[in-house]
């Protein structure tokens, strides 16, 4: 048996192994098309480590190849792609409009989006968590779909800009009579019916831009009253500004008429929340914020990490770049996400679905 094919069943073996936990047997195992050689740049996020260790088991099978890496957050991803800087830009958030009006202008063709990973379930931070909405255990309020959450978050709007489109669009229009103001509205009887609902969030960042790609259709109309905070412990919140996250679910657990959204990882340290169900719309069930749901995509704002490229309309895509991506949605790539701890693999359809957009 050659060196290749060893590490191959060494890598399948392992991820066998790792398999029952998430169906990861379900998911295609590597197998190279082509002996590849050359460099891969890549730039934008490690990723929690996760970006390098692909690279490196990616080596043990593809010799041929080096990786250069320039890794400092998702916020230079598009920079690197736009420059030429990178064949590969990683990143755990969806593009911004200036971002996709930067690659456009350039290139008259929007950037690829391959998507390669799961966010976080319960992480304190990083990851790209996945938003959870709560309110306090007071409230007896236990479930919403994605359009009375738009109701309550929302405003009135013209229209939006949709994930990786610089294209302002009418579909997701609404009026005024769409606003969800009171509890009442949302059925809660007694004291409740005619109190105001007050909302709280997050300042503009990645995670804010997915709530408003997810509930309000691409629009960044919020309600009023909509309260706005930082990630608490990253650059951005300044100590004891009183504006980090930690503060807001501390105020929002002390507000019996408040409502919010973070990660499950940051409400862990707060007593008295209470994370709400969702459903898609009327139709669809409600579902609760089980790390299962989250990885099945099954729970309606499940976030993904992408692999953004600079692939021009008809073009094929770069081998090396091919392979290595075939590589990260592969039963072996996905069972080295699983083991590394930050993200959640893809489900199988997923994972199929990404690997046509390669071809």
């Given at each position: 048996?050659?060196k290749?094919?060893?590490?191959?069943?060494?890598?399948?073996?392992?991820?066998?192994?790792?398999?029952?936990?998430?169906?990861?047997?379900?998911?295609p195992?590597?197998?190279?098309?082509?002996?590849?050689?050359?460099?891969?740049r890549?730039?934008?996020?490690?990723?929690s480590?996760?970006?390098?260790?692909?690279?490196?088991?990616?080596?043990?099978?593809?010799?041929?190849?080096?990786?250069?890496?320039?890794?400092?957050?998702?916020?230079?991803?598009?920079?690197?792609?736009?420059?030429?800087?990178?064949d590969?830009?990683?990143?755990?958030?969806?593009?911004?409009?200036?971002?996709?009006?930067?690659f456009?202008e350039?290139?008259s063709?929007?950037?690829?989006?391959?998507?390669?990973?799961?966010?976080?379930?319960?992480?304190?931070g990083?990851?790209?968590?996945?938003?959870?909405?709560?309110?306090?255990?007071?409230?007896?309020l236990?479930?919403l779909?994605?359009?009375?959450?738009?109701?309550?978050f929302?405003?009135?709007?013209?229209?939006?800009?949709?994930?990786?489109?610089?294209?302002?669009?009418?579909?997701?229009?609404?009026?005024?009579e769409?606003?969800?103001?009171?509890?009442g509205?949302?059925?809660?009887?007694g004291?409740?019916a005619?109190?105001?609902?007050?909302?709280?969030?997050?300042?503009?960042?990645?995670?804010?831009?997915?709530?408003?790609?997810?509930?309000?259709?691409?629009?960044?109309?919020w309600?009023?009253n909509?309260?706005?905070?930082?990630e608490t412990?990253?650059?951005?919140?300044?100590?004891?500004?009183?504006?980090?996250?930690?503060?807001?679910?501390?105020?929002l657990?002390?507000?019996?008429?408040?409502?919010?959204?973070?990660?499950?990882?940051?409400?862990?340290?707060?007593?008295?929340?209470?994370?709400?169900?969702?459903?898609r719309?009327?139709q669809?069930?409600?579902?609760d914020?089980?790390?299962?749901?989250?990885?099945?995509?099954?729970?309606?704002?499940?976030?993904?990490?992408?692999?953004?490229?600079?692939?021009?309309?008809?073009?094929?895509?770069?081998?090396?770049?091919?392979?290595?991506?075939?590589?990260?949605?592969?039963?072996?790539?996905?069972?080295?996400?699983?083991?590394?701890?930050?993200?959640?693999?893809?489900?199988?359809?997923?994972?199929?679905?990404?690997?046509?957009?390669l071809?």
């Amino acid at each position: 048996m050659s060196k290749t094919l060893a590490t191959l069943a060494a890598l399948a073996l392992a991820a066998n192994s790792y398999a029952t936990e998430w169906d990861l047997g379900a998911l295609p195992s590597y197998q190279p098309e082509q002996k590849v050689t050359g460099t891969i740049r890549v730039g934008g996020a490690r990723m929690s480590g996760l970006v390098v260790i692909w690279e490196k088991d990616f080596q043990k099978v593809q010799p041929g190849v080096q990786f250069t890496n320039e890794l400092p957050s998702s916020d230079v991803a598009f920079g690197y792609l736009e420059t030429g800087a990178a064949d590969i830009a990683a990143s755990g958030r969806e593009p911004a409009l200036e971002e996709i009006l930067g690659f456009s202008e350039k290139f008259s063709y929007n950037a690829t989006p391959i998507i390669v990973g799961t966010g976080a379930w319960k992480l304190p931070g990083g990851s790209s968590w996945s938003p959870v909405v709560f309110v306090s255990k007071e409230n007896p309020l236990e479930r919403l779909t994605m359009g009375q959450l738009d109701g309550i978050f929302g405003a009135e709007r013209t229209g939006g800009y949709e994930e990786n489109s610089c294209v302002y669009v009418a579909r997701n229009a609404r009026g005024p009579e769409g606003n969800i103001r009171t509890w009442g509205q949302l059925g809660l009887t007694g004291e409740w019916a005619d109190k105001s609902i007050q909302t709280y969030g997050y300042a503009q960042t990645g995670m804010r831009h997915f709530f408003e790609l997810k509930v309000f259709g691409g629009g960044d109309k919020w309600n009023p009253n909509y309260r706005e905070y930082v990630e608490t412990g990253t650059k951005m919140v300044a100590d004891g500004s009183g504006l980090g996250s930690h503060d807001m679910l501390v105020a929002l657990a002390h507000d019996k008429y408040g409502i919010g959204w973070s990660g499950l990882g940051h409400a862990a340290s707060v007593e008295g929340l209470k994370p709400i169900s969702l459903a898609r719309d009327e139709q669809s069930p409600y579902v609760d914020t089980s790390e299962k749901n989250f990885q099945s995509h099954s729970y309606p704002l499940s976030r993904v990490v992408f692999m953004y490229l600079n692939r021009p309309p008809g073009a094929a895509v770069d081998p090396k770049v091919r392979e290595f991506l075939r590589f990260i949605l592969s039963r072996e790539g996905q069972c080295i996400l699983s083991h590394n701890g930050a993200h959640l693999p893809l489900p199988a359809e997923m994972v199929i679905e990404q690997r046509k957009r390669l071809d």
